[in-house]
């Protein structure tokens, strides 16, 4: 089975803060991506990646970065975190083309 | 226009009947399509592909009407346990692979 694991089911943090989340991979996926998901809006992707090194910006990249320098984890950052990043990420990864397999989410909070 | 629709719902339906939920997308090079399930606070679940001639997965049918540009599940006999969040997933390669999700529908079963 496919475990992604995502490094915190809930956090809390305050406004202007960096936060890193951390997402890791066991099945050597090569396509990793970051969501939120928020009530009335469903999913919607941040930042993806292909490769190793490689990122692409999903729909709504403002304000968060990206970083994976190994092929099993994808990290997400908020460089200053605020209130309307409170929301619940989702990491996901998957083969080309193929269905995504999602982490547990971190349900963020920024006070 | 959203690239997948789906009606948000609910969907309130007795134990035992049969349910249907359409999903349409925009993108006539859509390529693969899938549904996903989500239950309450947790991750979406792949629940099932849907392939070009329709497939049955037990109490579950997916259909795919590529002219119309809509794919569809079919829920027979519902149990309590199905009551979640259907969510319907269009990869599209022109787009580079992304998955597009719908917003989803809820489904509540009562006895």
């Known amino acids: 089975d496919v475990k992604v694991t995502q490094s915190s089911r809930y956090l809390v943090k305050r406004t202007g803060e960096k936060v890193f989340l951390e997402c890791v991979q066991d099945m050597d996926h090569e396509n990793m991506f970051w969501y939120r998901q928020d009530p009335g809006l469903g999913l919607r992707l941040i930042y993806f990646s292909y490769d190793v090194k490689m990122k692409e910006k999903g729909d709504i990249p403002e304000g968060y970065s990206v970083s994976r320098e190994k092929k099993e984890r994808f990290s997400l950052i908020l460089e200053s975190a605020s209130t309307n990043q409170t929301s619940m990420y989702l990491c996901?990864?998957?083969?080309?083309?193929?269905?995504?397999?999602f982490g547990d989410g971190t349900r963020l909070s920024i006070l | 226009r959203k690239e997948v629709e789906q009606d948000p719902g609910p969907f309130n339906v007795p134990e035992g009947a049969t349910v249907a939920f359409n999903c349409t997308y925009s993108n006539s090079a859509s390529q693969s399509f899938f549904w996903y399930r989500q239950d309450c606070r947790k991750e979406p679940k792949l629940l099932m592909s849907?392939?070009?001639s329709g497939n049955e997965d037990g109490r579950f049918t997916a259909q795919l009407n590529r002219a119309s540009q809509y794919i569809s599940l079919l829920i027979r006999d519902s149990k309590l346990s199905d009551s979640a969040t259907y969510l319907c997933v269009v990869i599209s390669y022109n787009q580079g692979g992304k998955l597009i999700f719908g917003q989803g529908t809820e489904l509540s079963v009562k006895p």
């Open positions: 849907v392939y070009s």
């Open positions: 996901a990864s998957s083969l080309p083309g193929q269905p995504q397999h």
